[in-house]
């Protein structure tokens, strides 16, 4: 694993500084066929600068990565992909271009190499399997643990009230909040927000706890007084509201404008559907009673589900649909359930299929086979159910 990380550290800036110098060669060239100034051409095989500097910055990065894993994997999820970006915005190529999208992959795969904080692992592969099992969710709220560590397995869901003194300015309600990530947790202040659909915070909070956006993370559209803006989301391992807590997997959508002094973001409606919220307003407490039975996880997963190259095909009454389930999470899924809705004449049935493994940023075939119980011809899918 170490020896294929040093050969990345080595063969990438090489190749990336090779195809620096053909594009320079290449617009050498087309300026001398168009009647400008010939360059002479070069005898000695001294090294470029170029590749110089390539292979003292693989070098520096290669002691980095002996010395600091974890740090060096940090800062090439967070900043590798803007760096292979960038070098093609300098010298005027497409960020689209073949050789750039093979740099962001080769990256996050060298950062992937390193030891230190990873996606949740889902080795497997799903089929698809028709099933009429009702849903079983497991609880995602319970109390926050003495010790707040990333790796430790949340206690039980004890069932009680829990109140939370909060703070009004003006007409906002601040509320103080433990923010968990895969790289530790940190105690904050946020806006209990009821009009937010999704809890939001500031990029300098999600890099507290161990965690960064990608480029090639989703993005989500926001609603501002300055219109539509488009924001990247990530999901954090859970969410502390005073002496309760939503683990297992919280998206958070990266807003610094929501962020203001020591406020550093919105909770949102997706971490305050877990709990029967009561105002306390002249005891200035919040009265969170956690939801039996709980509410799951599915729609902090559903934005980062695709469904894809969705096809079907009719036999008589028998439907069968094959598509590509597609996860964008960096934390892969389980028991995923997409139904196919069918409607006609005033009715509406549906047949379902499983994927017991989607793994992370990854995809996987799912097939739904099933007699339709109306008469229609069209069909709708839907994500039913999903787990972290």
Known sequence: MGAAGLVICFVLPIVIASWIRALRARRQASGAAGGGPA??????????????????????????????PKATQRALHQHGAWWVARIARAVGGDEQNAVVRVGHGAVRWLADLLPGPAPTPSPGTA?????????????????????????????????????VVYEKRGNAII???????????????????????????NEAT??????????????????????????????????GLGAARVGGGVTVSVCEPCASGDVVGLLGLNVQRHFRVTLDHDAGKLVLAPKSPPVGHLQDIMPFVEMRDASGEWRGPLLQVSLALVNRASRGLRNVRVAAVIKGEGKEGRIWGEAKVVPAKDRTPLKLEGLSPVKGKTFQLVLERAEW
């Open 206 to 239: 999600l890099r507290a706890v161990g965690q960064w956006v990608a480029t090639d993370d989703p993005t989500v559209e926001t609603h501002t007084a300055n219109g539509v803006v488009q924001r990247r989301i990530t999901a954090i391992e859970g969410v």
């Open 39 to 68: 360059t002479p051409a070069r005898t000695e095989q001294k090294p470029s600068s170029l590749m110089t500097i390539a292979v003292s910055n693989a070098l520096l990065l290669a002691v980095c990565a002996l010395a600091a």
């Open 127 to 163: 089929s698809g399997t028709a099933s009429g099992t009702a849903p079983r969710l497991d609880s995602a709220v319970a109390r926050l643990p003495d010790a707040r560590r990333a790796d430790q397995a949340p206690p039980p869901d004890p069932g009680g009230e829990v109140r």
């Open 175 to 201: 509320v103080p909040v433990t923010v968990q990530g895969a790289g530790g947790s940190t105690a904050v202040k946020m806006i209990f927000d009821t009009g937010a659909s999704l809890t939001t915070i």
